[in-house]
Structure formats: structure tokens, C-alpha cells
């Protein structure tokens, strides 16, 4: 049978969403997977709405929808989702996807032939590496620091790639895995160098919205009209991963392709979830649904991070994360964190062993730890089984 199968299915996949993200175990205390926190989803806001949709649209939302989206949540998001930052968006230039991976999968298919160069800051979103590895392409990590994308390595890099990269993926807002914000300034070199050596940017705004400590830095989207930013966004961290529903905003010469890959891909999203995200959003919910948002995931980061720095002080790093989920641990260099986090499942704790982050192989030292799922009374005793996890890998 295997003979029959596509070459792009024998890639290696990653275990660590099965094996630790995915632990079934009630007892475990869980620091792996960066989900949403199911006690704050909005279940009343979302039925008053799914009551006002169904009296007003009636049929219509059991039916097949644009392939490129409802032309209402379209609008929202291009009036509404950048006004905090001066900006509106036209519809025309916004495609509405099944959550931001169908619209990583998209840019691939639009982008990327084997052999071709695709650039992600590194250590980078596992989603995005498993999302292009199956188009063959050569992906090169640029290294971060502790203020995102490295620029400086960046231009090195292209400068020596034997033909241009196509794409270069970041998230520049409290970053997964690294928890990285990037700074204005250096937003705006970043795209002064995609427009030099003509590539993509594809900025990710996954966790945009969820500031805890300042006002969210303006996206590239709205720093300059660039022909080589495309935008995706997500309404999974901010409202409900279930109702899988993304965009892409990208210049008009790309919608057309793209439109003719998602009509190959699924048609089109559906009707029901984009509707019902409409509503909510057009009611006002979202706004305050965010309020709560960032004030409960702020109390468990600084729970988190109190936690960290009771038990773990002397014996890694790790970033101060000023929204998203994570902190990106980094231990010495004797370190293998998948011998730990074996560990840590025997003591009934799990993270997201580092490495999975890295296309090169590096990362064995470094670790996952998210806060947005966890119940905060549950959080210092998940730190001390780690620590029980380390004192047994030191045996």
C-alpha cells in the first residue's frame, strides 16, 4: 500500500501533540498544550447571538457560503479588527479560512515547490514547520532574541541562500514558542528588508489581542501598504478554536489564487460558525469577552512565573512574556528535554519538549510551558512535580 502513497506523506511527523499536549490522564497537570481555557468560553453571549442569527438569516446559515467568506464577518474584520491602530482593510483583500492552519496550508500550496526557500523565526510555531514541510521546500530558521526575529542574521542568511526565499513566517506578538514581541523599530526594518529582497511576510496574529501589560505594537498590516505583507489572524485564542475560523488579509494580485486553492480545498468555511462569529463581534461582545480574557490569563502568567521563580531559579532562563501563553524555558546544556518531559509525565505534569520548535535539530535543552489552559490552584503544584521531574533526571 505505502508504494501507492504520495512521497509528502512519508515526512516525519511530530509526536509531541499525542504524547504530551494530548495526555488523557485527569491527573496530570498539564503545561503543555496551548489551548484556550474551556471555563471561558462565552456560552450565554454566544447563544443570545446564535438566537438573533437564526431569527434574522434564518435557512440561509445551513447553506453553502463564498468560497472566500461572508461578506459580514469580511467586513468586520476589515472595518473593525485593526481601528485600535488607524487602520481598515477592504474586503476585497480578506479571505475567510478554517482556522489560521488552513491559511498556512494555503500560503504553501501558493508559495512553495520543492527545493524552494521558506524562512521562520526559530525557534518557530510547530504548526506553521508541519504545515510547509509537506510542500519539499528547504526551511531555514533565523534565530530570535529576547525582542523576536533576529534582522541582523536574517540579511546574512538571504545574502547566502543560493536563490531568494519566497516566505518568511513570524508572529510578531507574544510569539509560540518563545513568547517574543517584536519592537516597532524593528518592524519596520523587517519589512524595508522583505521589500529589498522581495519576499513575504507572513505576520501571524494569533495572540495580538492578549496583552497583559501594555498596548499591543501595531501590526505590520498597518505600519505600510507593503505588496510583501500578508496577514492571517485567528478567531481561536480570542473566542473559540471549535468554530474554526481564520483570515488571510493579502494584496489583491494574491486573492485570486488563493480563492481558486481554497475552492480546491473545502469550497468554502462554514456558513454557521462565520455567522455566529459575526454576530458576537458585531454586538460587542468581543470586546469585553477580551477584557476578561486578559485580566484571568495575566493572573496565571504572574502565578506562572512566581512559580518559576520559586523552583527554578538556579536552574534555567526563561522569557517574561507580556501576552500570548508561554514561557520558552532554557536549560543548561547537558539538558535533553525529552528525557524530562518523559519524566514529568511519570510525575504527572507534561510540557512541549523545545526541540519541536527548531527546523535544525537544536532545542534539546529548551521547553514549552503554557499557562492558558491550567487552572490557577493547580499551577504551583504542577511546577513542583517539574522540579520532582528534574531532581529524577539528575539521578
Known amino acids: 500500500m505505502e508504494e501507492l502513497l504520495s512521497k509528502r506523506t512519508r515526512y516525519p511527523t511530530s509526536d509531541a501533540m499525542s504524547k504530551f499536549v494530548l495526555a488523557q490522564d485527569p491527573e496530570v497537570i498539564s503545561f503543555a498544550g496551548g489551548l484556550p481555557d474551556n471555563n471561558l468560553f462565552p456560552i450565554e453571549e454566544i447563544k443570545l447571538c446564535q438566537e438573533e442569527m437564526l431569527e434574522k438569516e434564518g435557512k440561509i446559515v445551513f447553506q453553502y457560503s463564498s468560497s472566500i467568506g461572508d461578506i459580514n464577518l469580511r467586513g468586520w474584520i476589515g472595518e473593525e479588527f485593526f481601528i485600535k491602530w488607524g487602520k481598515k482593510v477592504p474586503v476585497e483583500n480578506i479571505i475567510i479560512t478554517e482556522g489560521s492552519q488552513q491559511a498556512l496550508d494555503l500560503i504553501g500550496k501558493l508559495f512553495l515547490d520543492p527545493d524552494d526557500y521558506a524562512l521562520i523565526e526559530s ?140 475552492e480546491a480545498s473545502d469550497l468554502c468555511c462554514g456558513t454557521y460558525a462565520q455567522k455566529l462569529i459575526y454576530y458576537f463581534c458585531k454586538n460587542g461582545f468581543l470586546k469585553n469577552h477580551l477584557e476578561k480574557l486578559r485580566k484571568i490569563y495575566k493572573e496565571k502568567r504572574d502565578k506562572l512565573r512566581e512559580a518559576l521563580e520559586n523552583y527554578f531559579l538556579n536552574k534555567a ?75 529524577d533526571l539528575q539521578k
Not at 496583552?211 to 505594537?217: C, G, H, R, S, V
Not at 536549560?331 to 528525557?339: G, K, Q, S
Not at 518523559?342 to 535543552?365: D, I, Q, R, Y
Request: proline share 7%; charged share 25%.
Open 123 to 262: 525557534p518557530g510555531y510547530l504548526g506553521t514547520i508541519q504545515a510547509w514541510r509537506i510542500f519539499q521546500p528547504k526551511l531555514v530558521g533565523i534565530s530570535q532574541d529576547e525582542n523576536g526575529i533576529n534582522l541582523e542574521e536574517l540579511e546574512e542568511i538571504i545574502k547566502e541562500l543560493p536563490s531568494p526565499p519566497k516566505v518568511l513566517y513570524v508572529v510578531p506578538d507574544f510569539s509560540n514558542p518563545a513568547g517574543t514581541c517584536l519592537p516597532l523599530e524593528r518592524r519596520k526594518r523587517l519589512i524595508e528588508i522583505a521589500e529589498r529582497y522581495k519576499f513575504y511576510i507572513v505576520e501571524d496574529l494569533a495572540y495580538s489581542l492578549l496583552a497583559y501589560d501594555k498596548d499591543t505594537l501595531p501590526p505590520l498590516l498597518t505600519l505600510k501598504d507593503s505588496e510583501y505583507i500578508i496577514t492571517i489572524g485567528s478567531f481561536s485564542k480570542i473566542l473559540s478554536p471549535g468554530l474554526r475560523t481564520g483570515f488571510i488579509i493579502a494584496p489583491k494580485k494574491l486573492i485570486r489564487p488563493l480563492r481558486l486553492l481554497k
Open 317 to 391: 532562563t526563561w522569557n517574561n512574556p507580556e501576552g500570548g501563553f508561554f514561557f520558552f524555558l532554557v536549560f543548561p546544556e547537558d539538558i535533553n528535554c525529552y528525557d524530562l518531559a518523559e519524566k514529568a509525565l511519570e510525575n504527572k505534569t507534561s510540557f512541549v519538549p523545545g526541540e519541536e520548535f527548531f527546523v535544525n535539530g537544536k532545542g534539546k535543552n529548551t521547553a514549552r510551558i503554557s499557562f492558558s489552559q491550567i487552572n490557577l490552584e493547580d499551577i504551583f503544584e504542577g511546577v513542583k512535580r517539574l522540579l520532582r521531574a528534574w531532581e
